[in-house]
């Protein structure tokens, strides 16, 4: 597993490796299902595409991991060498049956896709709001869980206010994480869709569509322009603190002065520092 893997959810689930001493069966691709917790909805054509002749060169190299179900197998891990070998013309694949309680099937199912970035936004979301709700776990809980801040938690689940149509622009990647969590925050939901509308139509950055936000906001309050230029920067600067938040897991501060500034990162203990300079070490 990543070691990116939080500590709670890497004391619940069994490890996905397959060792040498375990077997390996042939098993019908009828009889196999998709893991029913898979947050993802939608597979890259191009992946299987490039997957399938792989597969119809080499054949499957790593064996799926399944576990027994009612009637056949449901897939836990290797979903994807699974439609690929169905795309290749298989009849089999190579896999492993091993055995998984019901928590531990949703949790892999999640934290497998997360931590390898296979999601999109949306999916993030869904995948969140379903785990949260099934084990009853509070967005600390869950944060604590899949090693991720409370902030980064709470940024996805507030997509899922969006209006379906937007969130389908993000689950397609017309619109980024950014363009969703910037509109995000507009109360009226017209002027939201036609601000959605108006990001894809004339492609507007995710800064662009901040600043027409505040204008748009500013105009409503009646905010002079020597208020709305100080509140512009402190909104674009509140967005990179809960961009590094999301980051380093803890509180960050930036405070911007006329000819320069500074970034305050927040530590509790000895552990957690060294635990942000590992983080600014591996990103240097």
């Given at each position: 597993?990543?070691?990116?893997?939080?500590?709670?959810?890497?004391?619940?689930?069994?490890?996905?490796?397959?060792?040498?001493?375990?077997?390996?069966?042939?098993?019908?691709?009828?009889?196999?299902?998709?893991?029913?917790?898979?947050?993802?909805?939608?597979?890259?054509?191009?992946?299987?595409?490039?997957?399938?002749?792989?597969?119809?060169?080499?054949?499957?190299?790593?064996?799926?991991?399944?576990?027994?179900?009612?009637?056949?197998?449901?897939?836990?891990?290797?979903?994807?060498?699974?439609?690929?070998?169905?795309?290749?013309?298989?009849?089999?694949?190579?896999?492993?049956?091993?055995?998984?309680?019901?928590?531990?099937?949703?949790?892999?199912?999640?934290?497998?896709?997360?931590?390898?970035?296979?999601?999109?936004?949306?999916?993030?979301?869904?995948?969140?709001?379903?785990?949260?709700?099934?084990?009853?776990?509070?967005?600390?809980?869950?944060?604590?869980?899949?090693?991720?801040?409370?902030?980064?938690?709470?940024?996805?689940?507030?997509?899922?206010?969006?209006?379906?149509?937007?969130?389908?622009?993000?689950?397609?990647?017309?619109?980024?994480?950014?363009?969703?969590?910037?509109?995000?925050?507009?109360?009226?939901?017209?002027?939201?869709?036609?601000?959605?509308?108006?990001?894809?139509?004339?492609?507007?950055?995710?800064?662009?569509?901040?600043?027409?936000?505040?204008?748009?906001?500013?105009?409503?309050?009646g905010t002079n322009k020597r208020e709305r230029k100080k509140v512009k920067k402190d909104v674009h600067l509140q967005?990179?603190?809960?961009?590094?938040?999301?980051?380093?897991?803890?509180?960050?501060?930036?405070?911007?002065?006329?000819?320069?500034?500074?970034?305050?990162?927040?530590?509790?203990?000895?552990?957690?520092?060294?635990?942000?300079?590992?983080?600014?070490?591996?990103?240097?």
């Open positions: 597993m990543s070691k990116r893997l939080g500590k709670g959810l890497d004391a619940l689930i069994p490890s996905l490796e397959v060792s040498d001493d375990e077997k390996v069966i042939q098993i019908k691709l009828n009889e196999l299902r998709p893991n029913p917790y898979q947050p993802r909805k939608e597979f890259e054509k191009d992946t299987i595409e490039e997957l399938k002749q792989s597969i119809q060169e080499h054949g499957v190299i790593q064996p799926i991991i399944v576990r027994k179900s009612i009637k056949g197998f449901e897939i836990i891990a290797g979903e994807r060498r699974f439609r690929a070998s169905k795309e290749a013309g298989l009849s089999t694949i190579p896999a492993v049956v091993k055995e998984f309680s019901e928590p531990q099937v949703m949790e892999i199912a999640l934290i497998e896709n997360i931590q390898r970035e296979d999601l999109n936004a949306m999916e993030v979301a869904l995948a969140y709001k379903k785990i949260m709700e099934k084990f009853e776990l509070t967005q600390e809980e869950l944060s604590l869980k899949v090693g991720k801040s409370r902030s980064h938690i709470a940024n996805f689940l507030r997509l899922l206010h969006l209006p379906e149509n937007v969130q389908n622009y993000v689950s397609r990647g017309t619109l980024s994480m950014g363009h969703a969590r910037a509109l995000v925050g507009v109360k009226d939901r017209k002027t939201l869709l036609q601000l959605a509308k108006k990001c894809i139509e004339e492609n507007l950055s995710v800064r662009q569509l901040e600043e027409l936000i505040q204008r748009i906001e500013d105009v409503s309050r967005r990179i603190e809960e961009d590094l938040k999301g980051v380093f897991g803890t509180s960050v501060k930036i405070t911007k002065g006329s000819k320069k500034g500074k970034i305050e990162i927040e530590f509790f203990t000895d552990q957690d520092l060294n635990r942000i300079i590992e983080l600014v070490q591996q990103k240097s």
